[in-house]
């Protein structure tokens, strides 16, 4: 049995926290851009998405009446019949609101459907966020200190073979009277 441990790769040991430090780098901006794209997302969908086709209802809508006012005036002017060119217009308006709800409906429902889906995949990826600005970062430390001690500790010049001498002024055990 050897006297002394053979520590012979303190420097794989270095290299293996090294490249920790880069991956917990890269892995925590990572994240980061995951969490923010995701607060932009919900933005988009509960501001900039339903503000526009809020609008554009209304908008539509607007059209809509006034297509409708011009086939009146249309038909009350002549008449007669309503010209070809006002009806088409009111199918034009009638389309396009009905597509405006359509998509107003749908950003309402992605709006509602949007947290329970997406609040269950950031919740882990706190956690993760957590495990890496926390415990990894632990874990690095522990590291750095295991490769000063393993360093320190392969300076050490090993024992004699003698083995050590028994410290000067000891003396055996003291002798007994009868």
């Known amino acids: 049995m050897p ?3 053979h ?6 040991l270095e290299s293996f926290r090294a ?3 880069v991956y917990l780098t890269k892995a925590r901006s990572t994240l980061e851009e995951v969490s923010a794209d995701v607060q932009r997302l919900r933005s988009w969908l509960d ?3 339903r503000t526009h086709w809020d609008n554009e209802v209304r908008r539509r809508s607007q059209a809509l009446q006034e297509a409708q006012q011009a086939l009146f005036s249309a038909k009350l002017s002549t008449f007669r019949e309503a010209g070809s060119v ?3 217009m009111v199918h ?7 597509e405006a709800d359509a998509k107003q409906r749908v950003v309402k429902q992605w709006h509602r459907v949007f947290d329970n889906r997406a609040d269950p995949l950031v919740k882990q990826m706190e956690k ?3 495990v890496l600005t926390s415990d990894m970062v632990q874990a690095v430390a522990f590291l750095g200190q295991a490769v000063s001690t393993l360093e320190a500790y392969a300076r050490i010049a090993p024992p004699t073979a003698a083995g050590p001498a028994p410290a000067s002024g000891s003396k055996a055990e003291p002798e007994r009277k009868a």
Request: avoid cysteine; charged fraction near 30%.
């Open 7 to 12: 520590v012979t790769s303190v420097e794989a």
């Open 3 to 5: 006297e002394r441990a």
């Open 128 to 130: 993760l966020h957590t």
């Open 47 to 49: 501001n900039d998405q």
């Open 86 to 88: 006002e009806q088409l």
């Open 92 to 98: 034009r308006a009638k389309r396009a609101l009905e």
């Open 19 to 21: 490249h920790l430090i």
